[in-house]
């Protein structure tokens, strides 16, 4: 079963609830923006539970409109299509799969900016009522003074065709470690050779 993820743009999760069954796969597809698949604690509004991850999954944005001239017509008919390329789905969009592993509740939100309190938010084997229930969540949700990512990247799923973007960001931030970690071994070294030089001169 298929949720779909920025649907149109927007901060929705769609269908907002479904019903699973032990052994059963949860696709989450994603549409639009940069959005999470995220867990979390029923209790507390926005709040991770620490199963599921999706972690950030940026979606390509559709290729611009072709350049026209300075027309009002022209610039009408550009502002249709960025338009129109902007709500038309990618054509190899990413996912995130979920193994579906009882029947208990599964609160979801994205972790993004304040999308989980402007109602990005869903259940997979909702209660009618209570806590687990989807108006309760949403309520909740909705009230939260903050929005909480989870750490540890990827959990609890199988994330296929995330965007290069995505494995940019994490090469990027591997690569500024890697330079805090040069940029010190080089501090050592000159210091080493000061030393050696102050010996050498005594």
């Known amino acids: 079963m298929k949720v779909l993820v920025g649907a149109n743009n927007g901060l ?9 069954q032990p052994g059963d796969q949860v696709q989450f597809v994603f ?7 995220t867990s979390g604690d029923p ?3 926005c709040q ?8 950030f999954v940026p979606v390509s944005a559709a290729a611009a ?14 502002a249709g299509n960025a338009a129109a390329a902007a709500a038309a789905p990618p054509a190899n969009p990413p996912t995130f799969t979920v193994n579906v592993q009882d029947t208990n509740p599964i609160m979801m939100y994205c972790a993004q900016a304040q999308h989980c309190q402007e109602g990005m938010v869903m259940v997979i084997n909702p209660s009618q009522d209570g806590t687990t229930s989807l108006a309760a969540y949403q309520k909740s949700t909705a009230k939260a003074g ?3 990512p989870a750490t540890g990247g990827v959990a609890g799923g199988t994330l296929a065709n995330a965007s290069k973007a995505q494995a940019a960001g994490k ?16 501090a ?3 210091l080493g050779k000061k030393k050696t030089a102050r010996r050498l001169r005594m």
């Open 171 to 186: 090469s990027a931030k591997k690569t500024k470690k890697a330079k805090k970690a040069a940029g010190a071994g080089a």
């Open 12 to 20: 929705t999760f769609t269908p907002s609830s479904i019903q699973a």
């Open 31 to 37: 549409l639009s923006q940069n959005h999470t698949v």
């Open 43 to 45: 209790a507390a509004g």
């Open 65 to 78: 409109a072709p350049t026209a001239k300075k027309t009002k017509k022209a610039k009408k008919a550009a």
């Open 146 to 148: 903050s929005n909480t």
């Open 48 to 55: 991770p539970d620490g199963k599921i991850n999706s972690d």
């Open 188 to 190: 050592l070294a000159a």
